[in-house]
Every structure is written in structure tokens, then in C-alpha cells.
């Protein structure tokens, strides 16, 4: 168990639907990362936020959002699903934002859209 | 970001010590080398970072160049739970909003 967890760990749903995946951080880490990892893209960053603040956008999709609540949980929603969203999705969390710490990774989503 | 380069694939023999070179000639004065692994099925898992010196922890060690234009992970004895993908990855400290990028990595082959 890295401490990162990720809920659920396999989501099957439909093409023009909506899915919101839970990330709960490390005890004490104020950074939270979210990357997708499809077959032929490998790992792709989406998103980071910071204590509540968003910090970095990646690759994300404008049909993609998320945000950190003030427990730093993070919730990352999908909608209007497309077939090529089907993915792993994978959260991670840091202490600090900077590049002084590493991250530890959740075991991920498996997002299937049908 | 700046970027960094790996061979493709290494195979190892299991016990045997297993030597992972990383380029990155671009490197800037405030980028952490970090080395992260995935294996199969599973999320990335953190191994090591560093900055200027040496370092060692219970899962490898990581040898920087003095220039630091390339960076050396060693795993000192390779087992078959060793066999994963490597990522060699810069991150700048300063950097607004810092992120990890992953690059294509190099996959290691532990053979019994």
C-alpha cells in the first residue's frame, strides 16, 4: 500500500456519459498529480494541484476537470465520454510542489468505455 | 521540460548487478533526476532522485556525473520483481506548477 488510494479501481461505463475518480493523498502530502496511461500514449500529465490551488495543466481534454477539496482529496471528472478515454488513470501526490520530493503513485483507475 | 534519453531495453541476469544510463545533456542547475519504475499492471513507483551527489537507499543507488549530463541508476542485485519499465525523468525545482514528465523509458528484462 503506497498510502495514495484511488477509488474505484475499474469503472466500465458509456460513450457520452460522466465518471468522477477519487484520489485521497499521502497523510501530509499537499500535491496531488493526475496522468492517463493508454496503450499507445504512454504516461500523459493532466493536471496538478496544490493545496487546493490548481498549479499545472498538462494534456487535459476540456471536457476534463478536476479539483482539490481542503481535506486535499481530489476528484477527477470525465464527461461526455469517448471511446479513446478508455485508460488508466493515475493519481499521485508530493509533500511540496517542487522538484525536491518524489511522488508516490496510487495503483490507479481502469476506466472502460464501452 | 528538459529532456532526457534512455535505451529502449537492457536484459540482466537475476543477482547480477544492472547498470541503467540516462542522458540529459540539457539538464539545468535547479533540475532533481528522478527514477521512477512501473511494472507491469501496476502504478509507477518511486526508486530514487538526487541532485548533485550520490545517493543511495534500500531499492538502488544513483550515480550522477560530475557534469551531471547523465546519470547512472544501479540496482546492485537484480531479482525477478526487478523486471519493469525506468523512467528517468527531470524536474525543475522552481518550476511553476511542477510535473513529472515520462518519457518512453527503458524496459528491463530479468532473466533467471
Known amino acids: 500500500d503506497s498510502g495514495v488510494t484511488q477509488t474505484p479501481k475499474h469503472l466500465i461505463t458509456a460513450t457520452g456519459q460522466r465518471v468522477t475518480l477519487r484520489c485521497s493523498p499521502r497523510?501530509?502530502?499537499?500535491?496531488v498529480y493526475w496522468y492517463q496511461q493508454s496503450l499507445d500514449q504512454g504516461l500523459q500529465f493532466l493536471i496538478q494541484y496544490y493545496n487546493g490551488e490548481e498549479r499545472a495543466k498538462g494534456n487535459i481534454l476540456e471536457r476534463f476537470s478536476a479539483q482539490q477539496f481542503p481535506d486535499l482529496h481530489s476528484e477527477l471528472n470525465l464527461s461526455s465520454l469517448e471511446l479513446g478515454d478508455s485508460a488508466l488513470y493515475f493519481c499521485?501526490?508530493?509533500?511540496?510542489?517542487?522538484?525536491?520530493?518524489?511522488?508516490?503513485f496510487g495503483s490507479g483507475t481502469r476506466l472502460t468505455v464501452v | 521540460d528538459a529532456k532526457t534519453t534512455q535505451p529502449n531495453s537492457m536484459e540482466s541476469n537475476e543477482e547480477e548487478p544492472v547498470h541503467l544510463p540516462c542522458n540529459h545533456s540539457t539538464i539545468s542547475g535547479t533540475d532533481y533526476i528522478h527514477w521512477y519504475r512501473q511494472l507491469p499492471s501496476q502504478g509507477p513507483e518511486y526508486v530514487i532522485h538526487?541532485?548533485?551527489s550520490n545517493v543511495n537507499n534500500r531499492m538502488a543507488s544513483l550515480a550522477i556525473a560530475e557534469d551531471r549530463k547523465s546519470s547512472t541508476l544501479i540496482l546492485h542485485r537484480a531479482t525477478l520483481r526487478d523486471a519493469a519499465v525506468y523512467y528517468c525523468?527531470?524536474?525543475?525545482?522552481?518550476?511553476?506548477?511542477?510535473?513529472?514528465?515520462f518519457g518512453g523509458g527503458t524496459r528491463v528484462l530479468v532473466k533467471p
Open positions: 497523510s501530509g502530502d499537499l500535491s
Open positions: 525523468i527531470l524536474r525543475d525545482v522552481f518550476a511553476a506548477g511542477n510535473k513529472l514528465t
Open positions: 499521485a501526490s508530493s509533500a511540496r510542489s517542487g522538484g525536491q520530493d518524489g511522488y508516490t
Open positions: 538526487g541532485l548533485t
